[in-house]
């Protein structure tokens, strides 16, 4: 009898300690309590020992719950910690609101005016219809991330019910960043695609009155420039005064060209290629994996520089292999649909440096549903804080990738388990790789302003901490 007495009382205990519990974890959410949680929780604990109920058991169950709202214990040690917690939830919440920009109101001849030609070069664009970039063209689409993010601005009205990532304010006083809309990559192609060209200079120039304009801003000088975002994606863009805006955040492709005193990874954006060839949804096919009948494909320039040469050893090695599509090729309108039907009849869709460790080819093969090998020992990558990429992706070393049979033979050895694991993945993140207007949540626009935000923080910190030092980078 009196054991079944004990066993009433502890069910009893248990059950009134876990309503409290519950109501407490409602309270701390609500920012009520902070240390009242702690007495509480010894008080049960004593009261459960007067009763004939092991404190160490009531302390077990005390826990589990603790863990169960994801709370660090009971130590009153620990309240610091709570509050640090319940500071990174804040932090995580202001960070899913969307990002305030305020964008320059350039003249057209830095950005739209490109596309088109008007008697208007010095006014701002403030027509309500948006020139689409042209399906066919001279023009160069596949850095052309600065038109993206230009009229993802520009049509951001819808920012918050769509749930965007970035909305464009009228009022510098409440921007986060500052975007400059400078089309540096396609003044970069337009004015001169060799660098010896004299009409170079036009884009020079266009460099110095950009560089003027910013002189006279306040919000340039408030922060010396660093909450200002400028899209330099191709290798070559701003490249006559880059120095100049160093302290700023800058879209990129890569590195590989820009010193590193002015651009690196912890201050700027990778971003994603525009792809060359139509996105291939794969709807209604019944088994990708076997519909597939090359093993490994590759079409482009095969004669490159720096870490390009690898190409030329790569035909050597991979040009003769009969389950191997090793093409020299350029982008021509026959050369982009000859790489189309390759690449979504390709199980493996090659990567190799170019003239620079990234390329669109990657995004190509995303595109296509081609599972991306990757070969370079100096590649950054988009959107690598959210995206594993060796889910989707292979990668291979420039040392392994020219040792006789090693690449073919892993990809032989890849069965069709775990081909269709990748190809399941690589079908869920495409999405994050299509520029698209309108913009679309999670697409590429979207994601490189999510990064931005990602950006924000380490800004201000820099912002603050510059305002007030009188040595300035003393720890350096």
Known sequence: MLGRHKTMIKLLSTICFGIICVSLIALYHSGSLSMKIYTIQDTLLGTATVQGIKGDELQTQTTNIFEWANWP?????????????NSAQRHEIDCQLPLKVYMYDLPRKFNLGFLQKGSNQDLPWVDEAIPMWPSRSSLVK???????????LLTSNNAVNN??????????ENAELFFVPFFSSLSFNVHGRNMLDPETIKDKNLQEDLLDL?????????SGGRDHVFPMHHPNAFRFHRDQLNSSIWIVADFWRNPKNVSWLSKDVVAPYTHMVPTYNENGVSDPFESRSTLLFFQGRIKRKDDGVIRSK?????KDHSKVHYVESSATDLGIQEATT??????????????TPSSCRLFDAIASNCIPV????FIELPFEDELNYKLFSLFFSLEEAVRPGYLL????????????KMWTRLKEVKQHFEYQYPPEKDDAVDMIWKQLHHKLSNVKLTIHRTSRLKVPDWWR
């Open 73 to 85: 214990g009971r130590s009153p040690t620990n309240v610091g910690t709570h509050r640090s917690s």
């Open 342 to 355: 390759g690449m979504r009849n390709s199980k493996f869709c090659l990567h190799p440096a170019g003239d």
């Open 374 to 377: 990757i070969i370079s020992d």
């Open 409 to 420: 033979q892993y990809l032989e050895g890849v069965d069709k388990s775990q081909w269709m």
């Open 214 to 222: 910013l002189q006279r801003s306040k919000w340039w000088h408030r």
């Open 314 to 318: 790569l035909a050597n090695l991979l």
């Open 163 to 172: 749930n965007l990532a970035a909305v464009r304010v009228d009022n510098p």
């Open 142 to 152: 596949q850095h052309n991330t600065e038109y993206w993010m230009m009229v993802s």
